[in-house]
Every structure is written in C-alpha cells, then in structure tokens.
C-alpha cells in the first residue's frame, strides 16, 4: 500500500500555522572505527568498502553508551542553539529503530537526562525515513496549537544490531544522534511541504527478524542470527532511488516550487551509489547536495539530522535557504520534505 501525506495549508485557518526550525544539534560517540579496522574483522578491504559505499569510518558508541545517551547530547546542542530551555519544550519525538528498551520509550529516557519535566514523550519508528515522519508529526501538534516547542531526534545505536560477521552489511552502518528544535513562525519561512509513503509488501526487503511478537527472543532466534539487520541489497537500492526521487520531486511541486530554488539536498546518508543515483535522477549538481557518509557511514534515522546539523554550522545552509530533505528505509518507508529556513 502506497500512501501520500499532503502539506497543510499555510494560513487556511485560524488555528493553522507555518513551523521551522529554530535550532540543530549532532553528537556522534569519540570512537572511530575504520575500514582498516574491519579489514582484521571480516573478509574486506578499503578499496572494496569505498568502492561499494563511499564509506571510509563509522563511530561506534560504548557498551555503556545506550541510543538516549546520544539523543540527550544532541538535544542539548540544538537548545542551545535554539536559545531554549528544556522546560519550555512540550514534545519529544525520537526516531530509532534502537530503542534503550522495548518500553518505556526511548524519549522519555531523554526528557528524564535533559530536564524536559513538561513535555509530552513518544517514539515514532519508520527506520532510515523515521527522521522525516517524526518532523511531519511535530509540525502537525504545533500548527494545531497542541504543542509550542517541539523536540526532534533521529537517534540510532546501530552497532547493537549489525552483524559483524556479515562483510556485505557490516561496513555501512554507525552510531550517532541529530535533534531539532521546532517552533511556529510567519510564513513564508517554515515546512512547505512534506510527501511520505509506504509499501508494505516491500517489508523482506530490510529488516531485523527476531525479537518481535513473531519471532520471539529464543535460543534458536538466537542461533540463526535473526537479532540483526538483514538486506537485499540490489532490490533495497532500486526502490530507494525510485522512492526517494519521486518523494523530493512531488514535495518540490506541492511546495511550488523547482530544483533551481533549492540552496541544498540533504539526503540520507546510505551509500554513496545510492546517493548518486539520487543526484543524477534529480538532476542536481553535486555541490547542492550535502554528504558526509564517508565520514559516519549510515546511522538510519540520525543520518539527516546530523548531516543538517554538520551543514547549518558549516554555513552550507542560510537563513532563507530553501532546503529539501529525503529519505527512505525499511518498511518499505520514503519521505521528503521542503523548507525555508
């Protein structure tokens, strides 16, 4: 099943409102771990890593270090940026897929770590597009006066769930976490669009099997491996770059907007093939789209966050930038989203 969310409209009401965002934060773990790292681990190298995903490093939490550890951090750097006090904020919405536990929500940790003492908590999970969904979401409680200050975060201990021995999966993920920090504002700054979709029969093709209510945690889960990621990695990168160009173009056009009005894409950050392909279906020149995959791998849901963050503190991104977000992740999930910053 295919779905398709419609922006809503600016000023069409009395209670509707324009929403952007007012701060970014990014915390990636201090640990590094290199191509030439997993070279002593699985049977690679640089040249094939770099060859297949762009990727050259990937940080790696702590065993200590949980998914709200991170979120916490990043959290605390868009507040301050934004010039927030946790206690102003009335919403937190994770995105993982790494949850601390099954419950209580990885959100609620974060609030506890952060002070947020007022706000409403919950996860949301779409994988690698939950980024995205968890925004649209936010938007839709602010511009509806249900929420005043909304807190984001793409949050993922993705190291928890690859499976080392695996050479084709174990090279593309990492750890790390993005936040942003939503409030309302006069148009015509703000979300201008945002399109998202899904196809559930597309579900085998990116997954974590074992552990859920159909495949309960058991020593046979456990043998067969089914506690970490899975992929089809040829049919994955078809239907992502298919999803994701058509998300960004239909976000473009429901925004009234074209590519020559877009300073910057920020896309997630999967692989660099994918990520090309992307470019090339787009149209867009390379200095328009903003990567650091080579850097921090895939991290899921906090690769758009970080990657944003990375780009507004580099000055990649303006105030009144028009920036065009997209993503795509298991499920199958995509979205895309369109703002003025």
Same mark, same amino acid.
């Given at each position: 099943?295919k779905?398709q969310a419609?922006?809503a409209?600016?000023?069409?009401s ?5 929403v952007?965002?007012?701060g970014?934060g990014?915390?990636v773990?201090?640990?590094v771990?290199?191509n030439?790292?997993l070279e002593k681990?699985?049977?690679t ?10 990727i050259?490093e990937?940080?790696?939490?702590r065993?200590?270090? /949980? ?6 951090e @990043?959290s =605390?750097? +868009? $507040?301050a940026?934004a010039?927030?006090s946790?206690?102003d #904020?009335?919403?937190?919405i994770?995105?993982?897929?790494t949850?601390?536990?099954v419950?209580?929500n ?6 506890n770590?952060i002070?947020?003492?007022n706000?409403t908590?919950f996860?949301l ?5 939950g980024?995205?969904?968890a925004?649209?979401? /936010?938007s839709q409680?602010?511009?509806?006066g @249900?929420? =005043?200050? +909304? $807190?984001v ?6 190291s928890c #769930? ?5 050479r084709?999966?174990?090279?593309l993920?990492g750890d790390?976490?993005g936040?942003?920090v939503?409030?309302?504002?006069e148009a015509?700054?703000?979300f201008?669009?945002t399109?998202t979709?899904s196809?559930?029969?597309l579900?085998?093709l990116?997954k974590i099997p074992g552990?859920?209510s159909r495949?309960?945690?058991s020593v046979?889960?456990?043998e067969?491996?089914?506690h970490?990621?899975?992929m089809?990695?040829?049919?994955v990168?078809k239907?992502a770059?298919?999803s994701?160009g ?5 976000a ?5 907007l074209?590519?020559?009005d877009v ?6 950050q999967?692989?660099?093939r ?5 470019r090339?279906?787009?149209?867009v020149p ?7 995959l ?9 690769s ?5 963050d ?8 303006k105030?009144?930038d ?8 298991g ?5 895309s989203?369109?703002?003025r910053?």
């Amino acid at each position: 099943m295919k779905t398709q969310a419609q922006p809503a409209a600016e000023g069409s009401s009395g209670t509707a409102k324009s929403v952007t965002i007012v701060g970014t934060g990014s915390y990636v773990p201090e640990r590094v771990l290199t191509n030439a790292d997993l070279e002593k681990m699985v049977d690679t190298t640089d040249e094939w890593i770099v060859t297949r995903s762009g990727i050259r490093e990937r940080h790696i939490a702590r065993e200590d270090e /949980a998914t709200s550890d991170m979120a916490a951090e @990043a959290s =605390r750097r +868009a $507040l301050a940026q934004a010039g927030v006090s946790a206690e102003d #904020v009335d919403l937190i919405i994770v995105a993982t897929v790494t949850p601390d536990m099954v419950f209580p929500n990885t959100a609620c940790f974060v609030q506890n770590l952060i002070g947020a003492r007022n706000a409403t908590c919950f996860d949301l999970e779409a994988a690698c597009s939950g980024f995205l969904y968890a925004m649209h979401v /936010a938007s839709q409680f602010i511009r509806t006066g @249900a929420a =005043r200050t +909304a $807190l984001v975060i793409g949050a993922e201990k993705l190291s928890c #769930v690859t499976d080392w021995q695996d050479r084709a999966t174990c090279v593309l993920f990492g750890d790390g976490a993005g936040a942003v920090v939503l409030q309302a504002c006069e148009a015509p700054r703000g979300f201008l669009a945002t399109v998202t979709g899904s196809d559930g029969a597309l579900t085998d093709l990116l997954k974590i099997p074992g552990g859920g209510s159909r495949s309960p945690t058991s020593v046979e889960t456990i043998e067969k491996r089914m506690h970490y990621m899975q992929m089809v990695g040829k049919e994955v990168f078809k239907n992502a770059v298919r999803s994701m160009g058509d998300a960004a173009r239909n976000a473009l056009e429901q925004s009234g907007l074209t590519l020559d009005d877009v300073a910057c894409v920020v896309p997630h950050q999967a692989n660099i093939r994918i990520v090309d392909a992307i470019r090339e279906r787009l149209g867009v020149p390379p200095e328009k789209f903003y990567v650091n995959l080579e850097r921090f791998g895939n991290m899921s849901a906090a690769s758009i966050p970080v990657a944003l963050d990375e780009a507004v503190r580099a000055g990649r991104i303006k105030k009144g930038d028009v920036v065009v977000m997209v993503a795509f992740g298991g499920g199958f999930t995509w979205g895309s989203s369109v703002i003025r910053m």
